[in-house]
């Protein structure tokens, strides 16, 4: 690895100012700060005149890349319209309407209306209440706990971060708070049991959550969230059938399912959405991010009319719907809405990321031949490489070892923004990316993980 240069006045000033989410805060002054200034298509271009791809889209995001005309354009003319509003006290405004009325033409379940957020923890969080609300209305107020996932990540106000099942999310957060309960992470590579075939091992993790609905009660019990495929948990790509026989558990015993589709949503799994390519029946929806392609904060929670009945019959008990951020649904975020899924249709993004998954695929099982690299995953455009100890037995290596961080720096001297969670590098080029463009990109990681493996061997990290 090169050696740390000097902090820039730039660096140094964001050091002494901002506190960074997700990142080891004692280390910020050894390690300096990435310090970005503009973007166009696929890359991003630091303060230095650095050219990276952004192999993330950000954080799993900005679907068009970055410096999209058309949504400069619209952003502006919205801005100039109106720049602000708010849907509260039965205030409304155009783009709302529009983006609200997009939205349950292109839901993959019956939705019949939205409420928007700022964000997808507060969508998710809002889904929460809006489960309590549901069930105080049809009269089972002790109907109240949510089934989440170990590995999940659901996002981090308080009730986001509960349902997220990642100990850095937990420990030292005073988290989780009750109601919220953890079944199995339907990660085979890594929960499988020796000898255990992957269908036996979907037996097995869903006969483990109906234990857990007849421990707690049924009637305790909401609902259950989950990612299509887990983001941040180390891109989790379900087994197959894991969701169908899930989903017959949760019918059994009266559980709705909410699809975070925070990740999935609006193409990157080849289809409009993670719930039609993992064939989930959701009751409920929570979007964002790919949303607006990242170009402003906006959240949304999808829902049926029964639902949305029940919450004006209970309003009408209580006097209010009392709930609503106030940049929930800020215009400047609809207008993007609009205009990101207009965009997304006419430029046929979703063959576009169909077009380009056996690219993405074929790039990551040649990934998966590393003797660093234990299981290359992926669906669409989206996937994770788990990087090993062990290829044989899966041995991880110890977290302080740290050879997912290692292997992100090592990838950023190459020209290419990708993310560790753990050890699990994780990829989600913007959806507009070239195949020309991908192949660079897995040029670039290749390149990074072979000096990973030179770094690996002479530090005599495999060492059990
Ligand atoms: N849900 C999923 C699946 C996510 O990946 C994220 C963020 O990465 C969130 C929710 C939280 O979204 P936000 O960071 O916009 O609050």
Redesign the pocket.
Same mark, same amino acid.
Request: charged share 15%; net charge negative; no cysteine.
């Given at each position: 690895m090169t050696e740390q240069l000097p902090l820039s006045n730039l660096q140094t000033r964001d050091i002494e100012s901002v506190i960074h989410p997700y990142t080891p805060l004692h280390k910020l002054k050894t390690t300096g700060t990435l310090v970005v200034s503009h973007g166009k298509g696929v890359h991003v271009y630091d303060t230095q005149g650095r050219e990276y791809i952004e192999g993330m889209s950000g954080?799993?995001c900005a679907g068009l890349g970055f410096g999209d005309e058309e949504m400069v354009d619209a952003a502006t003319e919205q801005m100039r319209a109106l720049p602000f509003y708010h849907l509260f006290g039965a205030k409304s405004f155009e783009p709302a309407i529009e983006l609200a009325e997009k939205l349950k033409e292109i839901a993959p379940v019956p939705i019949s209306k939205v409420f928007f957020t700022s964000?997808?923890?507060e969508a998710?969080d809002t889904q929460v209440k809006l489960a309590w609300f549901l069930n105080n209305a049809r009269g089972k107020p002790q109907k109240k706990k949510i089934i989440s996932r170990i590995r999940a990540?659901? #996002?981090?106000t308080v009730m986001?971060a509960s349902l997220t099942g990642l100990p850095g999310n937990h420990n030292g957060w005073d988290l989780p708070v009750d109601r919220v309960l953890h079944t199995d992470c339907p990660h085979f590579y890594r929960f499988g049991k020796e000898g255990e075939s992957e269908a036996d091992f979907v037996d097995r993790i869903v006969q483990s959550l109906r234990d857990l609905i007849e421990r707690e009660g049924a009637d305790t019990i909401a609902a259950m969230i989950a990612?299509p495929v887990m #983001?941040?948990g180390g891109v989790v790509v379900p087994p197959k059938g894991y969701f169908e026989a899930i989903q017959a558990v949760l019918d059994e015993h009266d559980i709705m399912l909410i699809a975070?589709e925070?990740?999935t949503g609006f193409g990157r799994t080849g289809n409009w959405w993670g719930t039609e390519t993992f064939n989930m029946r959701p009751k409920t929806l929570s979007a964002?991010?790919q949303l607006t392609s990242a170009y402003a904060p906006l #959240?949304a929670v999808m829902v049926p009319e029964d639902i949305y009945q029940a919450y004006v019959d209970y309003t009408a008990q209580l006097g209010t719907f009392g709930h609503g951020f106030t940049y929930g649904g800020h215009p400047l975020g609809c207008a993007l809405g609009v205009k990101a899924i207009e965009i997304y249709q006419r430029r046929d993004i979703v063959g576009h990321v169909r077009r380009l998954a056996p690219v993405f695929e074929a790039r990551m099982k040649r990934l998966a031949e590393f003797e660093l690299v234990g299981e290359a995953r992926y669906c669409g455009l989206v996937g994770g490489v788990e990087l090993v100890a062990d290829k044989t037995t899966r041995r991880a290596f110890k977290p302080a070892q740290g050879v997912g961080p290692l292997t992100a720096k090592l990838l950023e001297e190459n020209g290419l923004i990708l993310r560790a969670m753990g050890d699990t590098i994780g990829l989600c080029p913007p959806m507009v990316i070239s195949e020309g463009e991908l192949n660079e990109l897995f040029d670039r990681l290749e390149k990074a993980l072979r000096q990973a493996e030179e770094h690996v061997t002479k530090e005599k990290l495999r060492a059990a």
């Open positions: 954080l799993w964000s997808g923890s998710n990540y659901h #996002g981090v986001a990612e #983001g941040a975070d925070v990740i964002a991010k #959240g």
